[in-house]
């Protein structure tokens, strides 16, 4: 057997090459993208299925739905029929609700984990652009702050005022309103 630098080796490695890629899988066409379970559920679920998957009201989905339609809606071209906006926002919603990866939601909603994944960045900002600031309003004063506090408390009986990314942000408003700087204590 020659070695690299004998007067074969260029011989050798292209054989070992062409091996290699004799072997190797060839790839498959394109899966087939199946989008049913989506389009028969959106029209057939009832109101408790519905919320059970996308983890909204019918209403809030479709008030969602009119607010970003026009803003997410893709162009029909020559190679491909685009994903309809309610697909688009189901993907979405239905992927926040329950965490899946991209290709357990890409298979429910006919699409590549490649496009779930540009789908839901869309999406999200589209939704976040659009709806921000008509809808999510903090408090602008103590009173408000004290309020929203006892709201939380009342109906989750967590001493809580929010929570950003798994942590809910205790406020002790006696020490935070004196100037204490341990007056906010976060939890995970």
Not at 8 to 22: D, E, M, Q
Not at 47 to 68: M, N, P
Not at 85 to 92: I, S, V, W
Not at 169 to 187: E, P
């Amino acid at each position: 057997m020659e070695t690299l630098h004998g007067k074969h080796s260029f011989s050798h490695a292209a054989r070992g090459v062409l091996l290699a890629t004799s072997i190797r899988k060839r790839k498959e066409p394109d899966e087939e993208r199946n989008h049913l379970w989506w389009d028969d559920g959106y029209q057939n679920w009832n109101d408790v299925q519905f919320k059970k998957r996308v983890r909204v009201t019918r209403g809030t989905f479709q008030f969602i739905l009119d607010s970003i339609s026009d803003q997410i809606r893709k162009e029909t071209t020559k190679f491909k029929e685009p994903t309809s906006p309610d697909r688009q926002l189901g993907l979405t919603l239905y992927r926040l609700a329950h965490g899946c990866s991209y290709g357990t939601v890409g298979d429910l909603f006919g699409v590549a984990p490649s496009t779930a994944c540009s789908i839901l960045n869309t999406v999200t900002n589209v939704i976040v652009q659009s709806l921000y600031d008509d809808l999510v309003k903090l408090p602008q004063n103590e009173e408000e702050w004290k309020k929203e506090l006892n709201s939380f408390i009342e109906d989750w009986e967590f001493p809580c005022v929010g929570a950003w990314d798994g942590f809910h942000v205790f406020i002790n408003f006696q020490k935070a309103l004196l100037g204490n700087k341990h007056g906010i204590n976060w939890r995970k």
